[in-house]
Structure formats: C-alpha cells, structure tokens
C-alpha cells in the first residue's frame, strides 16, 4: 500500500510539474502573441472616424511582377469604405521601397510604405506565413481579427473577398 502511494505521489508530482512548464510556455507564447499586436499598434496610422477596420500588407519587391490582386480586392468600391489600407510593409533591403512604389497601384500613393518591424515579421512567420503578400486585418480596438497570405487561385480569392467582407460587416454591428 505505501508504495502504491508513493507511486501516486510521484504521478501527481509529475501532473504538476508538467502543468507548471506548460502553463510557463502558454506566458511566454502570449508574450510573443503580443509582440505582432503591439508592433502594429505602433506601426499603423491612427484609426479615421468611420473607419471600423484597418488592414496592414506585408509584401516583397518580387511580389510586385504580378502577385498583388490582393490590392484589387481592397481597392473594391464595397470594401474600400469599410476597410482602410493602413500601411504596407515590405521586407527586404532599404532600398527597395523607391522599386516598390512604382510597381503599386496609383491609389496606394495616400498609402504608408515603410520596412516591415522585425518583431511582426517573426510573429508572422511562427505562425505560419512563409510568402508574401501577407494581409492583416484589426479591428476598432487594434485586436487582429484575420491573417492570410494572398489568394492563389481565383477560387481562394472569391473565398477572401467574402472573409474579408464578413469581417467589415461584423464590425457595423
């Protein structure tokens, strides 16, 4: 009997411990959660009047030969007064900003174009993004509501025009 209680004890000692490291690495992945918030809480443009949701888009110079339908969807007359196009960020060299403009659609001049932070591009790529273009949608309070890389197929892109419109709508209410 007492060494089938010693065996409990030593059970519910090891529950214990594995409740504490899983409970000390849930901290620490919140931790990072809030680094993508806080970075673009930083890095956007304050919201305008009117404006529920706001979107950020992460995107390279290569992106720019024909891989930014994105921006057709958030240029849309249904979408555009609902969602505003905060910031694009690019990742790649300094440089790349004065070859990235041209090759952006002409009403994104009104449009901040600036180097992705370092800690929103980490954020991004643990939780999966890998490519470009990358879209990020906040709502009223900051909060991300939705992450997604481009549409590849006119299929995806139906389904992200309809996501993107739902996440608009959701915030008239």
């Keep these: 009997m007492r060494r089938l209680l010693s065996l ?17 690495r849930a901290a620490t992945r919140g931790a990072r959660r809030g680094d993508l918030r806080e970075a ?7 919201f305008l009047p009117g404006t529920p949701v706001q979107a950020a888009v992460i995107l390279q110079r290569h ?21 505003r196009t905060a910031v694009i960020w690019y990742a790649g060299d300094h440089g790349d900003s004065t070859r990235i403009r041209p090759l952006l659609p002409p ?9 992705v932070p370092r800690p929103v591009l980490a954020e ?19 909060r991300i509501r939705f992450t997604t890389q481009s549409a590849r197929t006119p ?14 709508w959701i915030e008239e209410l």
């Design 8 to 24: 409990f004890g030593a059970a519910l000692a090891l529950l214990l411990a594995g409740a504490f490291l899983d409970s000390a």
């Design 124 to 142: 991004l790529r643990r939780l999966g993004h890998t490519q470009t273009p990358i879209l990020v949608v906040l709502d009223q309070d900051g």
């Design 155 to 168: 299929r995806e892109f139906a389904g992200l025009r309809r996501i993107v419109e739902g996440l608009t």
């Design 40 to 46: 673009l809480q930083a890095h956007t443009l304050p």
């Design 63 to 83: 992106d720019c030969t024909g891989n930014l339908r994105l921006f057709d969807l958030l240029n849309r007359e249904d979408i555009r007064p609902r969602l």
């Design 107 to 115: 009403w994104t001049t009104r449009v901040t174009l600036r180097p």
